[in-house]
């Protein structure tokens, strides 16, 4: 547990957002930003992941994927709601198939606005979902240790 | 048929399939279908529009609430996605469309959120 | 004949960055049938037209799609001024020529880099992506926006650009077509992409018209069309030629894409030796009254935008039809008969805008 922490793997799912947040948060992983310099990786596994980033609103259809995605993420694991449609519903918050935000039907750690987020905003949340990863890490482990 | 403006043409219900067949055979390739409606005139308005290099053409049908229309999506198997829509959507009747998903297209909660409930 | 099965595809999947779910036929390792289902992402924004006036609908309009999103506002605008007999000042139409333009580049470079990722080139993909940053910084200083910039308005546009700025961007992308040229050599040569790329997907041109496919996706089957030959904003005063590829293939797409590219560096070229000095934009008074269809030639197709107006501030309709939506039933057809594992790189190569097409 004490080596995970140093390298949390980070899962990306679009809710319904207009993708603006989404190809922002691809450029996080890529030359110019490189999120993985902090030692997070982009996967595409919801088991192999730590971090979740979530884009976007929550409609009826998509509701039950985060769900699932949500419970298939190991302990411990960190939301991270990026944009303001993931925090609130945004723009199309009074659209009639939007629900909200995300976290209408998941608990969310860390809420990063903007429309779009700006990756320095999304870098900035990833790390404060680092450490704050390593804390739920932590905790586990003492929790884990008393039994 | 009857011109309304540049490119756009009222048509009957009795006329659709005949132009459909028309611009299939001229190789037109189908833009959209349009469902609308209008509430100051109480009916659905669908456009089916076609292109043809540079050529374009409209042609709109105006359906009354408890009408149904012809489905399309046998000369056009396009037409498949929009006339489920116009469905789901509108709440408009599409005579035997080729894949009927019986409004699972989008899956929504609401039933057909553009039309108001007094209209129906 | 070997068993069949059904394969779900989707809709959180590693090489796509939005969902979408096929469900696929398969016979061994080939598919038969593919079956799209869409609506992960379906939102209603053209029901928004009930809630937010017709002004406040421009920022909706820019929310379809973040990647097209100045020219799904540009094609809302044009659709609006086109009933409101509004004559937009010359040096807006440019600048919206010029965005649209830097719009297109950025987005068949960050598609060239989903692609590499797709096939598994994963340099080439973060090269791409490299690439792009630097348009990014060009909308950043010209608009404030990295991807959604709410620049246009009903009767122009709301930002200048200086000329000093304007010249230069020309320069940088002089710089840009060089390396641009060195990193799409690499689609267009090495063998392991053209192994992945050449005879994959087939989509004749008759199957293109008769499936409604627009944009790149039939250009590259051989069909000259291209909305931007209609001479909207201010393509009248641009000589440019369509690209296209007659081999029908996923090269053929990514050969009329990687063309697009230069050909919109030479576009912006040719737009700022010409732009003249006037106002940015009109007033606009009065409510709209009327309908309008306006077509706009996006990255990714020919998008379409229906816009009806009763004289009040509330629109009847606003339909946008958006290219994705038109090409999901050429998708259909080139995954039939395709093998399993170019299922990724087949959906890849239509560009799927996911949000664009479902709204």
């Known amino acids: 547990m004490s080596t995970i922490h140093k390298s949390p793997w980070l899962l990306h799912y679009d809710g319904s957002s207009c993708n603006g947040c989404d190809i922002e948060v691809l450029a996080c992983t890529t030359p110019v930003y490189d999120v993985e310099r902090f030692g997070v990786i982009n996967t595409g596994n919801p088991m192999h992941a730590d971090i979740f980033l979530i884009t976007g609103g929550i409609n009826s259809q998509n509701e039950a994927v985060v769900k699932q995605i949500y419970e298939q993420m190991p302990q411990p694991k960190v939301v991270i709601a990026v944009g303001t449609c993931a925090c609130t519903g945004g723009i199309f918050k009074e659209c009639y198939n939007i629900k909200g935000g995300a976290d209408t039907v998941i608990p969310v750690d860390i809420y990063v606005p903007g429309c779009a987020a700006r990756p320095e905003s999304i870098i900035d949340g990833v790390v404060k979902g680092i450490a704050l990863f390593k804390e739920k890490a932590?905790?586990?482990?003492?929790?884990e240790n008393a039994n | 048929m009857q011109e309304i403006k540049k490119d756009m043409y009222l048509i009957d219900k009795a006329e659709l399939l005949q132009v459909i067949m028309e611009k299939k055979n001229a190789l037109w390739r189908l833009c959209q279908i349009c469902c609308s409606f209008p509430k100051a005139e109480n009916h659905y308005e669908v456009t089916y529009s076609f292109a043809n290099g540079y050529d374009f053409a409209n042609y709109r049908l105006i359906v009354e609430k408890d009408e149904d229309?012809?489905?399309?999506?046998?000369?056009?198997?396009?037409?498949?996605?929009?006339?489920?829509?116009m469905?789901?959507?509108w709440g408009l009747n599409v005579e035997n469309i080729k894949v009927d998903l019986h409004d699972k297209l989008y899956r929504i909660d609401v039933e057909t959120p553009f039309i108001e409930k007094e209209d129906k | 004949m070997g068993k069949r099965s059904i394969v779900p595809y989707g809709p959180q999947h590693p090489?796509?960055?939005?969902?979408?779910?096929?469900?696929?036929?398969?016979?061994d390792e080939k598919v038969l049938a593919a079956i799209p289902s869409i609506g992960f992402i379906h939102r209603g924004l053209e029901s928004l037209t009930s809630k937010k006036d017709f002004n406040e609908m421009v920022y909706v309009a820019e929310r379809i799609c973040g990647i097209c999103s100045f020219m799904h506002g540009m094609g809302y605008c044009m659709a609006v001024e086109d009933i409101m007999n509004v004559e937009v000042p010359?040096?807006?139409?440019?600048?919206?020529?010029?965005?649209?333009?830097?719009?297109?580049?950025?987005?068949?470079l960050l598609w060239l880099g989903l692609l590499a990722d797709g096939f598994g080139f994963e340099s080439l993909f973060m090269h791409s992506?490299?690439?792009?940053?630097?348009?990014?910084?060009?909308?950043e200083a010209s608009t404030g926006g990295r991807v959604i910039f709410s620049v246009n308005t009903i009767g122009g546009v709301l930002k200048d650009?200086?000329?000093?700025?304007l010249k230069e961007f020309v320069k940088k992308l002089d710089e840009m077509e060089k390396e641009i040229r060195e990193t799409t050599s690499i689609f267009l040569n090495d063998y392991t992409v053209k192994s992945r790329l050449v005879d994959v997907g087939i989509l004749t041109g008759e199957d293109a018209i008769r499936r409604g496919a627009v944009g790149p996706m039939m250009r590259a089957s051989g069909i000259n069309v291209d909305m931007r030959k209609n001479g909207y904003a201010a393509y009248n005063d641009i000589d440019f030629d369509v690209i296209t590829s007659n081999n029908c293939d996923s090269y053929a797409r990514c050969e009329v894409r990687i063309g697009e590219i230069f050909q919109s560096i030479d576009i912006i070229r040719q737009c700022v030796a010409k732009i003249p000095d006037t106002e940015i934009n009109t007033k606009v008074t009065g409510m709209p009254n009327g309908e309008s269809i306006i077509r706009v030639e996006q990255p990714r197709g020919?998008?379409?935008?229906?816009?009806?107006?009763?004289?009040?501030k509330f629109l009847d309709r606003f339909r946008v039809r958006t290219p994705t939506f038109a090409n999901i039933p050429a998708l259909t057809q080139t995954l039939q008969g395709c093998q399993y594992g170019d299922v990724p790189l087949l959906v890849l190569t239509i560009d799927p805008c996911i949000s664009c097409t479902e709204r």
């Open chain 2, 87 to 89: 469905h789901e959507l």
């Open chain 1, 138 to 143: 932590a905790a586990l482990k003492a929790s």
């Open chain 3, 161 to 165: 650009m200086p000329n000093d700025m």
């Open chain 3, 15 to 27: 090489v796509l960055p939005e969902p979408i779910h096929l469900d696929l036929v398969l016979e």
């Open chain 3, 90 to 108: 010359r040096r807006a139409d440019y600048l919206r020529t010029i965005w649209a333009e830097m719009s297109r580049l950025h987005s068949h």
């Open chain 3, 129 to 139: 992506w490299r690439l792009r940053e630097n348009i990014l910084d060009m909308f």
């Open chain 3, 302 to 312: 020919e998008a379409f935008y229906h816009v009806r107006a009763n004289g009040t």
């Open chain 2, 69 to 85: 229309v012809p489905s399309i999506s046998r000369v056009y198997k396009s037409a498949i996605y929009y006339e489920n829509e």
